[in-house]
């Protein structure tokens, strides 16, 4: 599904930050696979979601989707097959547009028309049924500002406008990092739901341990640049679900 071959990227270029962020980097995902990858602060886990997401270019190296090289791709076509939510509530969600715009905009991305020919009795019911899988009641709000919602509730509808498009590969960075912990429980149940109805391949990042040995059907672990860990099923049932504790045994 999708593989990256020695990547490495440098960021800054020509400046005084200039900075080797990912180094020769491999990784292969398979297809319906969750893998989650975890590593601390600064290590490149959001570089290495904006280079599968189109937003960055790597200086060397191969990027592979459905065994397409797509390394050079445009975000806008990289857009039909990548999808992304990032920590920030507010960042996947226009304020000023209603539940039913914003779902219908997630449901347009990667196509060139505007938004005029969408608001159609077929597409608010679309949206309807779309919102209610989530099970928090937006299906409901649909005429409502999204400046309204929560940020859980706003989470939820970020994750719902990430998969509405067919895209292959689903990507989470720390999605649930401004959450309370009764919202980021529901919201990565709602993801885990989501994944499995959709049969979505998935890419987390998190700095959660128990979310990581949880959901992860493989945990990788990314420093300096390069990935120096793998937990398989198996092994990763033998970790610490404790953050602290994690982190002292790696
Ligand atoms: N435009 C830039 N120029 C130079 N360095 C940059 C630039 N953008 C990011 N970096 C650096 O690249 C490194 C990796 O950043 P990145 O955001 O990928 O880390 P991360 O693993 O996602 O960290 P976090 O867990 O804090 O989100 C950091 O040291 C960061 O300071
Ligand atoms: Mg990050």
Redesign the pocket.
């Known amino acids: 599904m999708l593989r990256l071959e020695h990547v490495t990227v440098t960021?800054?270029k020509g400046?005084p930050?200039?900075?080797k962020?990912l180094n020769g980097l491999n990784v292969q995902v398979k297809e319906g696979e969750f893998l989650v990858v975890v590593?601390?602060?600064?290590?490149?886990?959001?570089?290495?979601f904006n280079l599968i997401s189109g937003a960055i270019t790597p200086d060397s190296g191969k990027i592979y989707i459905l065994g397409k090289d797509v390394t050079f791709s445009t975000p806008m076509e990289r857009s039909r097959l990548v999808s992304m939510v990032v920590q920030d509530p507010k960042a996947g969600t226009i304020a000023q547009m209603t539940i039913f715009e914003n779902m219908a905009f997630a449901l347009k991305r990667g196509q060139k028309r505007g938004l005029k020919r969408f608001f159609t009795p077929y597409r608010w019911t679309l949206c309807k049924e779309k919102c209610s899988i989530l099970g928090i009641g937006l299906e409901h709000r649909l005429k409502e500002f999204v400046g309204n919602l929560s940020g859980g509730q706003r989470q939820g509808l970020s994750l719902l406008m990430a998969i509405a498009q067919d895209s292959s590969i689903l990507l989470l960075d720390?999605i649930t990092a401004a959450l309370d912990p009764i919202n980021s429980d529901r919201i990565m149940e709602l993801t885990a739901k989501i994944v499995t109805q959709y049969q979505r391949t998935c890419i987390m990042?998190t700095?959660n341990m128990a979310q990581a040995i949880r959901y992860g059907d493989r945990v990788l672990v990314?420093k300096n640049g390069t990935f120096v860990k793998e937990y398989t099923a198996a092994e990763k049932s033998k970790l610490p679900p404790y953050d602290r504790a994690f982190w002292e045994f790696l």
């Not at 590593?39 to 290495?48: E, P």
């Open positions: 960021l800054g400046t930050l200039e900075r962020v590593g601390s602060n600064g290590a490149g886990k959001s570089t290495l720390e990042i700095h990314l």
